[in-house]
């Protein structure tokens, strides 16, 4: 987890073992920049449009 200003801007996470759904609750980090899922087992993901600040994701090596 990458805090700015008492904002959090980035979750690093590849390679966790997370599996299914990623929850909705991500998009309600409004700050993030950048997002890093890789290499988890990752089904479907929640309107990413929904992060105006995101500029940076990656989600290779999942079973989207």
């Known amino acids: 987890v990458v805090i700015q200003g008492n904002r ?3 979750l690093n ?3 966790n073992n997370i599996s299914g759904t990623m929850p909705s609750d991500v ?3 409004k700050q993030l920049q950048n997002l890093d899922l890789s290499g988890n087992h990752i089904t479907a993901l929640p309107d ?3 992060l105006p600040s ?3 994701a990656d989600f ?3 079973e989207l």
Do not use: K
């Open 48 to 50: 990413l449009n929904l």
């Open 60 to 62: 290779s090596g999942n």
């Open 13 to 15: 996470m590849p390679g």
């Open 27 to 29: 998009t309600q980090i």
């Open 54 to 56: 995101l500029t940076v």
């Open 8 to 10: 959090v801007t980035g």
